[in-house]
């Protein structure tokens, strides 16, 4: 007995250990907005974002709403996802959220309608729209031409031009739930 070495015995890789790996790093901090509603108070729910626009639906009537997200980080900053900021770097916007940040975005559009963030009747001003009004009410009028864009925007284009097919679905998916809800469109 005297001859025998006693050794550890390891289980397990070397590297399961090895604090630079990437398993071993901390998780990630949850991404933040400084202005959000939690799900049970916001007035709308995201149903597709097709290019620059959001298809809701208002929860208390069932009404179908298009809310304009070209350049939204410029008036809504507060209202989107970010990461929180480590040392001096930039802000880094979070992808994933934008359901969440468009329901929001349109709960206080159509809460403060005082302010020019919304057009309840819909008629004629999605045309015009310059980025003070940003949210419609969509009747057949207004569903008949986004459905029309939403189908020319679902082909496939001039290859240097090609949207993915993830966004040709959008364009899809959002066509089909207003054709639906506008059978006469």
């Known amino acids: 007995m005297k001859n025998l070495k006693s050794f550890k015995l390891y289980e397990g890789d070397w590297w399961d250990n090895d604090p630079s790996a990437p398993w071993n790093q901390p998780e990630d901090p949850e991404p933040?907005?400084?202005i959000e509603y939690p799900e049970t108070r916001r007035d709308f729910v995201t149903l597709a974002t097709p290019g620059d626009d959001a298809i809701l639906k208002k929860k208390s009537d069932g009404s179908l709403w298009v809310l304009d997200t070209t350049d939204?980080?410029?008036?809504y900053d507060d209202y989107l996802y970010y990461y929180p900021q480590r040392d001096d770097d930039e802000r880094e916007r979070a992808e994933g959220f934008?359901?969440?940040?468009?329901?929001?975005?349109?709960?206080?559009?159509?809460r403060?309608?005082?302010?020019?963030?919304?057009?309840?009747?819909?008629?004629?001003?999605?045309d015009e729209r310059d980025g003070t009004v940003r949210l419609f009410k969509i009747d057949l009028e207004l569903a008949e031409e986004l459905i029309e864009d939403y189908v020319n925007n679902s082909r496939r284009r001039d290859r240097r031009y090609a949207l993915s097919t993830s966004k040709m679905d959008e364009y899809k998916r959002a066509a089909s739930i207003l054709s639906k809800a506008f059978p006469e469109a």
């Open 98 to 110: 934008e359901d969440e940040e468009y329901a929001s975005i349109a709960t206080t559009a159509h």
């Open 72 to 75: 939204i980080s410029d008036d």
């Open 112 to 126: 403060h309608n005082s302010i020019p963030l919304q057009n309840p009747e819909g008629k004629g001003a999605w």
């Open 32 to 34: 933040v907005a400084a």
